[in-house]
T-cell receptor, first 113, second 114 residues
Framework: GAGVSQTPSNKVTEKGKYVELRCDPI?????LYWYRQSLGQGPEFLIY????????DSGLPNDRFFAVRPEGSVSTLKIQRTERGDSAVYLC???????????FGPGTRLLVL | AQSVSQHNHHVILSEAASLELGCNYS??????LFWYVQYPGQHLQLLLK??????LVKGIKGFEAEFIKSKFSFNLRKPSVQWSDTAEYFC????????????FGTGTRLKVLA
């Protein structure tokens, strides 16, 4: 079956702009995770969803970051007033429930100029 | 707060050499432990995991890891590496209850010379 997909694969934007990053999880997976990975670092937890609700959003760095999963499937990570420091690869992963193998997508590489 | 330390950032080995990558975590409660691997140009994928039971777990491609609770460690091993093991390896930890927030280490970049 299809794996986790993320769009766009690359996004270049200017400082101060708004961006949306999309994640399509594996069908039937109730848990969905967002991570941010900077060069030379491991994935940094941002938020995870169980179904439609955010079970833990403690990793969101500030109120410019927001994520939704309105129907319990596709999720969108939204970043307002982007800053150069937001440049990173944003990874999405899904799993059948919260405590099982995570299946990662290819990531969205965000560059803020 | 939970954290994961991977002490080796870059490792270079010749084919057939033995591999051990260190991973230590900080958390006083019960944890689940994972090793993920990212081959060049590919997604992160699970190599092996420990939930409970036998502390020596075996994963794909001949990898194994040993959970030593007293040392808060979960080191990854392989007796004889191959060129195709060239990749970046990440250790991760999560609690067994409450939030299933995963904490990843900074990764170890392994290069195997043919």
């Amino acid at each position: 079956g299809a794996g986790v997909s993320q769009t766009p694969s690359n996004k270049v934007t200017e400082k101060g702009k708004y961006v949306e990053l999309r994640c399509d999880p594996i069908s039937g997976h109730t848990a969905l995770y967002w991570y941010r990975q900077s060069l030379g670092q491991g994935p940094e937890f941002l938020i995870y969803f169980q179904g439609t609700g955010a079970a833990d959003d403690s990793g969101l760095p500030n109120d410019r970051f927001f994520a939704v999963r309105p129907e319990g499937s596709v999720s969108t990570l939204k970043i307002q007033r982007t800053e150069r420091g937001d440049s990173a690869v944003y990874l999405c992963a899904s799993s059948p429930s919260g405590l099982e193998t995570q299946y990662f997508g290819p990531g969205t590489r965000l560059l803020v100029l | 707060a939970q954290s994961v330390s991977q002490h080796n950032h870059h490792v270079i080995l010749s084919e057939a050499a033995s591999l051990e990558l260190g991973c230590n975590y900080s958390y006083g409660g019960t944890v689940n432990l994972f090793w993920y691997v990212q081959y060049p140009g590919q997604h992160l994928q699970l190599l092996l995991k420990y939930f409970s039971g036998d502390p020596l777990v075996k994963g794909i491609k001949g990898f194994e890891a040993e959970f030593i609770k007293s040392k808060f460690s979960f080191n990854l091993r392989k007796p004889s590496v191959q060129w195709s093991d060239t990749a970046e390896y990440f250790c991760a930890v999560t609690r067994t209850s409450g939030t299933y927030k995963y904490i990843f280490g900074t990764g170890t970049r392994l290069k195997v010379l043919a």
